[in-house]
């Protein structure tokens, strides 16, 4: 599952739990430090997140589709993500998606009528 070798690729530090729509819950990081747990309640808001994590944490959470669990709240979440993301850039996948929406923007900038 994509979403599960991202999350495992990224979170080395801190103790993120992610049960998921399907009620398996999934640990991310070494459990030391800070500690997030965040729950899916669609596979299409894990997708969308994949998609655009920069966007979509805030929309799905938003709309409920993204929930903080086990009195943990967003900023919880976004402090172990920046913990794991501040100065190593972007996920492989991450980069090929805006790449792709660099491109694709460009192409419909330059197809006006």
Not at 28 to 50: E, K, L, M, P
Not at 56 to 64: A, K
Not at 68 to 90: E, P, Q, S, W
């Amino acid at each position: 599952m994509l979403f599960d070798r991202i999350f495992r690729d990224l979170i080395k530090q801190g103790d993120l739990r992610v049960p998921d729509w399907m009620g398996v819950t999934r640990a991310y990081g070494n459990g030391q430090g800070i500690r997030s747990a965040v729950r899916f309640n669609t596979a299409a808001a894990a997708h969308r997140f994949i998609l655009d994590p920069d966007l979509q944490i805030g929309e799905c959470y938003m709309d409920g589709s993204v929930e903080c669990i086990d009195r943990t709240g967003i900023y919880d979440f976004l402090a172990v993500a920046m913990a794991n993301t501040g100065g190593r850039g972007n996920h492989w996948f991450h980069n090929i998606i805006h790449g792709a929406r660099r491109i694709k923007r460009r192409v419909d900038q330059r197809n006006t009528q």
